[in-house]
């Protein structure tokens, strides 16, 4: 303002210039007088004081108070296990030992590390660094560029829908875990009510049990498998997706111990969950090193370890190889789904995010690699004694840990001990995932609605309740198809869709540049060239190839051998769409929402919110060249 100026002069105790007691170690906490200087019209000058945050204490971005009093983590280590124990979920048990198996073995991790480092590392290092700086959840983190608000919800919503199923996984877990407490495991012989007349306990055959269609893996009547689908699941109740029946009453009771088991992790944010993730993320890796020292003693342990571990370079001249190692570093390390960003945002502002990202990032991928010797030894041990091959035995998801690898436990000595012992590893392998994916939905829309911020409690609640409500229909006798269609549409094309998006956001029309800059004033130093090129050109030209890609091999819904009717295709892609069209919609409001020509509406839209007086001024950095050039 004319006639008005504001100087800001740090007023330091007079024992801090002492170079005895340098200022780290002085315990006094820095302020600044802000002293503004009046000329009034007669020349007489008045002063004002008033006492304002110093630039060093500041906790956010330029524009954001000073005083911003949002919780941090207790200790960093809450940090660091909360992020490893969403990062490390059942994929990395179910899913990474199968793809390293069948896409050549060792050299499968040729493409895997590739898109480690050039993707899956920088995407990782851009959501927590995006979070901490900002001390947003999902959705106003993008007050530093407005128009890609949408993306926020995007990201929001399909949490909440992995929600739905990915507790039912737990809840199936709970269920083995109670039917493990039994002196003979109930999958281990024929002759319980479930079990039809076609049951039959698998006994060293040659391969005789077996016609030459079938793997030992996709055979339906052993007792295991008889177990999971009539036992667990009532699959024979139903005829298919459009046949679902009501729920069952015994996995509903293991659901609302999961919902009970989330909302008293998260009621009290990262106070309590922080505390939480002490015992389930560390737990997964003591039970996988007991499971992985047992495995290897077992016959037959090292041929499966060997399976495991072959190397065919001949597999790397197959596209599918290199689609499966860049969808699984993908979603192994669990960017876009909001929760990097939540949890991020709970830092203090000079935490080291860049060192968190690399430690946890590669803790996840060699548990993932680690985890495959715990299963193929176990495989290996299974084809031996049924006299299969080891690709007979092998397999992935639902599959493996609910019907193979249990079979095999049921016939070592102290099997009750050790079915006990993994489906425990598989509950704390879940629940802190979905602990994470919780608390971006919470974080991300407690931050944009300030009524809710204020009622945490309550609104936990509710969004506990309400997985729990949607997640009904995967108990029912049909549940499954319920589940399958959800977990190949709710985060598929449209999670990799919205980090794309997200990394557009960012990289272009915020300015790798200024990112950069924000992550100087957090941590001291700029990332380097490399990490820059990555998030200008190379994450987001891998992510468009994938997005891509995921499109172009999408196929019809299949469940062994039932085939989904279309209707139910177009109502998985009405699912995936719902989450995505958040972003065209929001960016189509955001635009006319904002007040002035078509030009300056533009500019209001792709400009940070704290820096929209620039607009006026003309002075808007996106409408020029040297922004778009900049890295």
Same mark, same amino acid.
């Given at each position: 303002?004319?006639?008005?100026?504001?100087?800001n002069?740090?007023?330091v105790?007079?024992h801090k210039l002492?170079?005895?007691?340098?200022?780290?170690?002085?315990?006094v906490e820095?302020?600044?007088?802000?002293?503004?200087?009046?000329?009034?019209?007669?020349?007489?000058q008045?002063?004002s004081?008033? $006492?304002?945050?110093?630039? &060093?204490?500041?906790?956010?971005? +330029?524009?954001?108070? *000073?005083?911003?009093?949002?919780?941090t983590w207790?200790?960093? !280590?809450?940090?660091? #296990?909360?992020?490893?124990?969403?990062a490390?979920?059942?994929?990395n048990?179910w899913?990474?030992?199968?793809?390293?198996?069948?896409?050549?073995?060792?050299a499968?991790?040729?493409?895997y590390i590739?898109?480690?480092?050039?993707?899956?590392? +920088?995407?990782?290092?851009?959501?927590?660094?995006?979070?901490?700086?900002?001390?947003?959840?999902?959705?106003?983190?993008?007050? !530093?560029?407005?128009?890609?608000?949408?993306?926020?919800?995007?990201?929001?919503?399909i949490?909440?829908?992995?929600?739905?199923?990915y507790?039912?996984?737990?809840a199936?877990?709970?269920?083995? #875990?109670?039917?493990?407490?039994?002196?003979?495991?109930?999958?281990?012989?024929?002759g319980?009510?479930?079990?039809?007349?076609?049951?039959?306990?698998?006994?060293?055959?040659?391969?005789?049990f077996?016609d030459?269609?079938?793997s030992y893996?996709?055979?339906?009547?052993?007792p295991?498998?008889?177990?999971?689908e009539?036992?667990v699941?009532?699959?024979?109740?139903?005829?298919g997706?459009?046949d679902? *029946?009501?729920?069952?009453?015994?996995?509903?009771?293991?659901?609302?111990?999961?919902?009970?088991i989330l909302y008293f992790?998260?009621?009290?944010g990262?106070?309590?969950?922080g505390?939480?993730?002490?015992i389930?993320? &560390?737990?997964?890796?003591i039970?996988?090193?007991?499971?992985?020292?047992?495995g290897?003693?077992?016959p037959?342990?090292?041929?499966?370890?060997?399976?495991?571990?072959?190397?065919?370079?001949?597999?790397?001249?197959?596209?599918?190889?290199? !689609?499966?190692?860049?969808?699984?570093?993908?979603?192994?390390?669990?960017?876009g789904?909001?929760?990097?960003?939540?949890?991020a945002?709970?830092?203090?502002?000079?935490?080291n995010?860049?060192?968190?990202a690399?430690?946890?990032?590669?803790?996840?991928?060699?548990?993932?690699?680690v985890?495959?010797?715990?299963i193929?030894s176990?495989?290996?041990?299974?084809?031996?004694?049924h006299?299969?091959?080891?690709?007979?035995?092998?397999?992935?998801?639902p599959?493996?840990?609910?019907? !193979?690898? +249990?079979?095999?436990?049921?016939?070592l000595?102290?099997?009750?001990?050790?079915?006990?012992?993994?489906?425990?590893?598989?509950? &704390? #392998?879940?629940?802190?995932?979905?602990m994470?994916?919780?608390?971006?939905? $919470? &974080?991300?829309?407690?931050d944009d609605f300030k009524?809710?911020k204020k009622?945490?409690?309550?609104?936990?609640?509710?969004t506990?309740?309400?997985?729990?409500l949607?997640a009904?229909?995967?108990?029912?006798?049909?549940?499954?198809y319920?589940?399958?269609?959800?977990?190949?549409?709710?985060?598929?094309?449209?999670?990799?869709?919205g980090?794309?998006?997200?990394?557009?956001?960012?990289?272009?029309?915020?300015?790798?540049?200024?990112f950069?800059?924000?992550?100087?004033?957090?941590m001291?130093?700029?990332p380097?060239?490399?990490?820059?090129?990555?998030?200008k050109?190379?994450?987001?030209?891998?992510?468009?190839?994938?997005? $891509?890609?995921?499109?172009?091999?999408?196929?019809? #819904?299949?469940?062994?051998?039932?085939?989904? +009717?279309?209707?139910?295709?177009?109502?998985g892609?009405?699912?995936?769409?719902s989450?995505?069209?958040?972003v065209p919609?929001y960016?189509v409001?955001?635009?006319f929402?904002?007040?002035g020509?078509?030009k300056e509406?533009?500019?209001?839209c792709?400009?940070?919110?704290?820096?929209?007086?620039?607009?006026?001024e003309?002075?808007i950095?996106?409408?020029?060249?040297?922004?778009?050039?900049?890295?």
């Open positions: 303002l004319p006639g008005k100026t504001k100087m002069i740090q007023v105790p007079e002492s170079s005895v007691a340098p200022l780290k170690q002085c315990n820095k302020k600044e007088v802000e002293l503004i200087l009046v000329k009034d019209q007669n020349g007489v008045y002063t004081t008033s $006492i304002v945050p110093s630039p &060093t204490n500041h906790v956010g971005p +330029p524009g954001s108070s *000073g005083g911003d009093e949002r919780e207790g200790k960093k !280590i809450d940090f660091l #296990l909360s992020v490893i124990g969403f490390v979920d059942l994929a048990v899913r990474f030992p199968f793809l390293c198996y069948k896409n050549g073995g060792g499968f991790l040729i493409p590739l898109f480690l480092l050039i993707a899956g590392m +920088p995407l990782f290092y851009m959501e927590l660094a995006l979070g901490q700086y900002n001390r947003e959840g999902a959705a106003t983190v993008w007050k !530093i560029c407005p128009v890609f608000k949408g993306v926020g919800y995007t990201v929001i919503l949490a909440f829908y992995v929600g739905f199923y507790n039912v996984i737990i199936w877990s709970i269920h083995y #875990l109670f039917a493990s407490m039994t002196n003979e495991l109930p999958w281990l012989h024929c319980n009510p479930w079990n039809t007349p076609n049951c039959t306990v698998p006994q060293p055959m040659n391969g005789s077996l030459n269609r079938t893996a996709k055979n339906k009547n052993t295991a498998a008889e177990y999971y009539r036992g699941l009532h699959l024979h109740e139903s005829r997706i459009g679902l *029946g009501p729920p069952r009453w015994e996995l509903s009771l293991c659901l609302v111990a999961v919902v009970f992790s998260l009621w009290k990262v106070k309590s969950s505390k939480v993730v002490y389930t993320a &560390t737990m997964p890796y039970v996988l090193f007991v499971l992985l020292i047992r290897i003693t077992l037959g342990a090292m041929d499966g370890i060997r399976a495991y571990l072959h190397i065919d370079l001949k597999m790397l001249n197959n596209p599918k190889v290199w !689609i499966d190692a860049a969808t699984q570093i993908f979603y192994s390390l669990g960017a789904f909001g929760v990097l960003i939540a949890f945002s709970y830092n203090k502002f000079d935490n995010c860049y060192r968190d690399l430690l946890t990032s590669t803790i996840n991928c060699v548990t993932s690699f985890s495959g010797f715990a193929f176990v495989l290996g041990y299974m084809a031996q004694k006299g299969v091959r080891i690709e007979d035995v092998a397999t992935e998801g599959g493996l840990v609910f019907i !193979i690898y +249990p079979e095999a436990i049921s016939t000595p102290g099997s009750t001990f050790w079915a006990i012992v993994f489906f425990i590893m598989l509950l &704390t #392998l879940g629940i802190d995932s979905s994470g994916g919780m608390e971006a939905v $919470i &974080t991300g829309l407690a009524i809710l009622h945490r409690k309550l609104f936990t609640f509710a506990a309740f309400g997985t729990f949607f009904l229909l995967c108990i029912t006798n049909g549940g499954i319920v589940l399958t269609l959800l977990d190949s549409y709710a985060a598929g094309t449209s999670i990799l869709f980090v794309l998006i997200e990394a557009i956001g960012v990289s272009w029309f915020y300015g790798v540049d200024r950069s800059e924000d992550i100087e004033r957090m001291g130093f700029k380097g060239l490399y990490w820059r090129l990555c998030w050109f190379v994450s987001p030209t891998f992510l468009l190839v994938v997005v $891509i890609a995921s499109i172009v091999t999408s196929t019809g #819904l299949t469940l062994d051998d039932y085939v989904f +009717p279309p209707w139910s295709n177009v109502v892609w009405g699912v995936a769409l989450s995505m069209l958040f919609v960016a409001y955001k635009f929402s904002m007040p020509t078509f509406r533009i500019a209001y792709v400009t940070p919110e704290h820096e929209h007086h620039l607009v006026k003309g002075n950095r996106q409408f020029t060249l040297k922004h778009w050039l900049a890295i």
